[in-house]
């Protein structure tokens, strides 16, 4: 069964720490996995995409790296600011055979709160 | 500036009754999709349309129906068989096959009242 598993649920830290937050994966066959994130009450926003060649993305103080023989994923926040706080979201897309249109899988999301 | 469109951002429904949920894009995307979010839980997919005229179902479409009449346009409607429609809905949009350009619209609340 395909599913996409975060830890922590939720996250405390102080304002100017670092965090990373985790994902495991058993989709396949695997095409992409990506990292949202989602303002409470908002739709999400696309941090990072990686394909199965690609082991680390950056944006910004995010920094996205996958493993593709653990099928783990980790997005990793540098020097954390108040308006960090919100839920991140990791995704895998499946590749869906002869329709080549691949299903999204989302995990459940951890919540983060940066506190001053 | 390019964009998808969700209204209203907040939705009242009373027992029995059908309501829809509008969603807009210009970003000139093929596919459009509808998803419910619920706390603690991933999104689920209820229904996606690669092209206009045609659309199929996700993984929990039942008590729900959508139309593609636009490229623009893919309207959610709740009917009174969804038995717990209280819920964050999102509208996406992509280019095509493949998920490129994904984009999430802001979201309605839907509450039952």
């Known amino acids: 069964k395909n599913q996409v598993e975060q830890s922590p649920q939720s996250l405390i830290i102080l304002e100017g720490k670092n965090c990373t937050l985790q994902?495991?994966?058993?989709?396949?066959?695997?095409?992409?996995l990506r990292w949202y994130k989602q303002d409470t009450g908002r739709g999400p926003v696309s941090l990072t995409i990686?394909?199965?060649?690609?082991n680390t993305k950056s944006n910004g103080r995010y920094t996205a790296t996958l493993d593709a023989d653990t099928k783990q994923s980790s997005l990793h926040i540098t020097a954390s600011q108040l308006s960090d706080s919100a839920s991140y979201i990791c995704?895998?897309?499946?590749?869906?055979?002869?329709?080549?249109?691949?299903?999204?899988?989302f995990g459940q999301g951890t919540t983060l709160q940066v506190k001053p | 500036d390019g964009g998808i469109t969700q209204s209203p951002k907040y939705l009242f429904r009373k027992e029995g009754q059908n309501v829809t949920l509008s969603c807009e894009q210009n970003?000139?995307?093929?596919?459009m999709y509808w998803y419910r979010q619920d706390p603690g839980q991933g999104l689920r997919l209820i229904y996606y349309?690669?092209?206009?005229?045609?659309?199929q179902k996700g993984d929990i479409a039942e008590g729900y129906s959508v139309s593609r009449e636009k490229k623009e346009s893919f309207p959610l409607t709740v009917t009174s068989a969804q038995k717990n429609p209280t819920a964050f809905y999102l509208c996406?949009?992509?280019?095509?096959?493949?998920?490129?350009?994904?984009?999430f619209g802001s979201g309605t609340r839907l509450t039952v009242v």
């Open positions: 996406a949009s992509s280019m095509g096959a493949g998920n490129y350009g994904y984009t």
């Open positions: 994902c495991n994966y058993t989709v396949s066959p695997f095409s992409n």
């Open positions: 990686m394909t199965f060649s690609e």
């Open positions: 995704v895998v897309s499946a590749k869906s055979g002869s329709s080549n249109t691949g299903k999204l899988i």
């Open positions: 970003l000139n995307h093929d596919a």
């Open positions: 349309s690669q092209i206009v005229n045609d659309f």
